[in-house]
């Protein structure tokens, strides 16, 4: 079934500047009041008054008064669409503080209304934003159901026309441009209220009032198709967790970071991504930033694995100062490919090699650790590298090193030779080759051909025989 759910941010101007409660704090447009937080309201400012009256009425109070900022608002919006993205993939905005999201087609997945409610309640509260919630069988609908009482907004059950018929038509007013006059007329007219309006012809109405309005009656009532496009996640991932206190320890971070790595990985899985870095910016009570970057040797969306590198990457921090948020920042984003995991894999498994040495740079370092790889020489003793570069977990391939041994011997050490027979720590018996190396002729010219050869106990060793000097030297061990 249809089922629209709107998130109306009625305080959106106020919690995109300030989350204050300990003073009046209020926000202006053009000298007006635009929003006010509760503590302002108690003293009894209200929208549309001019700041010389907010003055007189705080007069005993440290009031902050803030100019509204609009970019910042849409900033804020495309934050909360970014994580109601991870509920239901069918949402867009309306207005300039609403998010309509049909949620009727993911009732299955939340095993129910209740739960997925719950899930928006709690979603909401750890971003330190407040909303109004309709619920209706249209995007119009739940919408104008925000407006109403709590009880009857979240009534889906009960039919549309009925519970929009008490809400007030001045509402529509603010619908679209030019609804204003349209609804005053009404008004003159004797009509008050949505049910005085709903159980009128719809044609007369529209000669009346114009097609703009009746086109949204129609729409508001389902009767007419009201397509929006989709919500297109962008290509990086932010979001905050306001506490609502000071926080003083790194301890009582960690539940805000548990969840914000919850939802980048929700967000991840949603749009079939990964990521190998992330940023958490601290927000300090003095209003100063701190980032803490953590990253891993591999991309993926695992959130466990982000949170435990995450706490060791915390251990090491020292707080200078209180904080009062957490911002998650994500910007280098790719493309997710499916891991192959082991149906019948017991639960003691090793964990991968990337998770190891993630945890090893965290606790050591960047520096700590160091990468084996080959080099794009001839000679052995040249053709092995050790990096510092980030280490990786390629597979074996067929590359130079395919058939090499990974321990050398910092020099070849000379062979034994009894007529036709080798020894080292015993007799050898050559298996593999030969594998001919000819290099360095513009300075001292080396020409080999390098065998693998066994010993009696099982071990193989790489051994070569040096063409211009007629002997046999040991240069590798297999393990």
Same mark, same amino acid.
């Given at each position: 079934?249809?089922?629209?759910?709107?998130?109306r941010f009625?305080?959106?101007?106020?919690?995109?500047?300030?989350?204050?409660?300990?003073?009046p704090?209020?926000?202006?447009?053009?000298q007006?009041?635009? *929003?006010?937080?509760d503590?302002?309201?108690?003293?009894g400012?209200?929208?549309?008054m001019?700041?010389?009256?907010? *003055?007189?009425?705080v007069?005993?109070e440290?009031?902050?008064?803030l100019?509204?900022d609009?970019?910042?608002?849409?900033?804020?919006l495309?934050?909360l669409?970014?994580?109601?993205? +991870?509920?239901?993939?069918?949402?867009?905005?309306?207005?300039e503080d609403?998010?309509?999201l049909?949620?009727?087609?993911c009732?299955?997945m /939340?095993?129910?209304l209740?739960?997925?409610?719950?899930?928006?309640r709690?979603?909401?509260? +750890?971003?330190?934003?407040?909303?109004?919630y309709?619920?209706?069988?249209?995007?119009?609908?739940?919408?104008?159901?925000?407006?109403?009482?709590?009880?009857?907004?979240?009534?889906?059950?009960?039919?549309?026309?009925?519970?929009l018929?008490p809400?007030p038509?001045?509402?529509l007013?603010d619908?679209?441009?030019?609804?204003?006059?349209?609804?005053?007329?009404?008004?003159?007219?004797?009509?008050?209220?949505?049910?005085?309006?709903?159980g009128l012809?719809?044609?007369?109405?529209?000669?009346?009032?114009?097609?703009?309005?009746?086109?949204?009656?129609?729409?508001?009532?389902?009767?007419?198709?009201?397509?929006?496009?989709? /919500?297109?996640?962008?290509?990086?991932f932010?979001?905050?967790y306001?506490?609502?206190?000071?926080?003083?320890?790194?301890?009582?971070l960690?539940?805000?970071?548990?969840?914000?790595?919850?939802?980048?990985c929700?967000?991840l899985?949603?749009?079939?991504l990964?990521?190998g870095?992330?940023? =958490?910016?601290?927000?300090?009570?003095d209003?100063?930033?701190?980032d803490?970057?953590v *990253?891993?040797?591999?991309?993926?969306?695992?959130?466990?694995s982000?949170y435990?590198?995450?706490?060791?990457?915390?251990?090491q921090?020292?707080?200078e100062?209180?904080?009062?948020g957490?911002?998650?920042h994500?910007?280098e984003?790719a493309?997710?490919e499916l891991?192959?995991i082991?149906?019948?894999?017991?639960?003691g498994?090793?964990?991968?090699?990337?998770?190891l040495?993630?945890r090893l740079?965290g606790?050591?370092?960047?520096?700590? @650790?160091?990468?084996?790889?080959?080099?794009?020489?001839?000679?052995?003793?040249?053709?092995?590298?050790? +990096?510092?570069?980030h280490?990786?977990?390629?597979p074996p391939?067929?590359?130079p090193?395919a058939q090499?041994?990974?321990?050398l011997?910092?020099?070849?050490?000379?062979?034994r030779?009894h007529?036709?027979?080798?020894?080292?720590?015993g007799?050898?018996?050559?298996? /593999?080759?030969?594998?001919?190396i000819?290099?360095?002729?513009w *300075?001292s010219?080396?020409s080999?051909?390098y /065998? @693998?050869a066994a010993?009696?106990a099982?071990?193989y060793?790489w051994?070569?025989?040096?063409?211009?000097? +007629?002997?046999?030297y040991?240069q590798g061990? =297999?393990?």
């Amino acid at each position: 079934m249809n089922l629209w759910l709107c998130l109306r941010f009625a305080q959106l101007p106020l919690e995109t500047l300030s989350r204050d409660e300990s003073r009046p704090v209020v926000v202006l447009a053009a000298q007006r009041v635009v *929003r006010s937080n509760d503590c302002a309201a108690a003293l009894g400012v209200r929208a549309g008054m001019g700041t010389a009256t907010v *003055r007189a009425l705080v007069a005993d109070e440290p009031v902050q008064l803030l100019e509204r900022d609009a970019a910042a608002e849409a900033r804020s919006l495309e934050r909360l669409c970014c994580w109601a993205y +991870s509920i239901t993939p069918a949402l867009h905005t309306w207005r300039e503080d609403c998010l309509l999201l049909e949620v009727g087609s993911c009732l299955g997945m /939340y095993r129910g209304l209740a739960p997925l409610l719950a899930e928006v309640r709690s979603g909401l509260a +750890s971003r330190g934003y407040r909303a109004c919630y309709g619920l209706a069988a249209t995007p119009k609908g739940a919408w104008l159901m925000s407006f109403a009482e709590q009880e009857a907004a979240l009534a889906a059950e009960r039919p549309l026309e009925e519970r929009l018929a008490p809400l007030p038509l001045a509402l529509l007013g603010d619908a679209a441009p030019g609804f204003g006059n349209t609804v005053d007329s009404l008004r003159r007219a004797g009509l008050h209220t949505l049910g005085d309006i709903l159980g009128l012809p719809p044609t007369a109405l529209a000669r009346r009032c114009g097609e703009a309005f009746g086109i949204f009656l129609a729409q508001l009532l389902g009767r007419r198709d009201d397509l929006h496009p989709h /919500y297109e996640p962008p290509a990086t991932f932010c979001d905050e967790y306001w506490f609502g206190y000071e926080v003083k320890a790194n301890g009582e971070l960690l539940p805000a970071v548990q969840a914000l790595l919850q939802a980048l990985c929700r967000f991840l899985r949603n749009t079939q991504l990964r990521t190998g870095e992330v940023t =958490f910016r601290l927000i300090g009570i003095d209003a100063k930033l701190r980032d803490v970057v953590v *990253r891993s040797a591999s991309s993926h969306s695992d959130w466990q694995s982000w949170y435990r590198l995450t706490c060791i990457r915390f251990e090491q921090l020292q707080l200078e100062a209180s904080v009062e948020g957490i911002a998650l920042h994500c910007t280098e984003l790719a493309a997710g490919e499916l891991d192959n995991i082991d149906l019948f894999a017991p639960r003691g498994q090793r964990e991968p090699l990337a998770a190891l040495l993630d945890r090893l740079q965290g606790r050591l370092g960047l520096q700590a @650790i160091r990468q084996v790889g080959c080099r794009d020489e001839h000679l052995p003793e040249l053709a092995v590298r050790v +990096s510092s570069d980030h280490p990786g977990c390629e597979p074996p391939g067929d590359s130079p090193c395919a058939q090499r041994p990974f321990w050398l011997m910092p020099e070849p050490r000379r062979l034994r030779q009894h007529g036709s027979t080798l020894y080292w720590n015993g007799a050898l018996q050559l298996v /593999y080759g030969p594998e001919r190396i000819e290099d360095n002729w513009w *300075r001292s010219p080396v020409s080999r051909d390098y /065998y @693998i050869a066994a010993g009696g106990a099982g071990e193989y060793y790489w051994v070569f025989r040096d063409r211009l000097g +007629s002997r046999w030297y040991v240069q590798g061990v =297999f393990a």
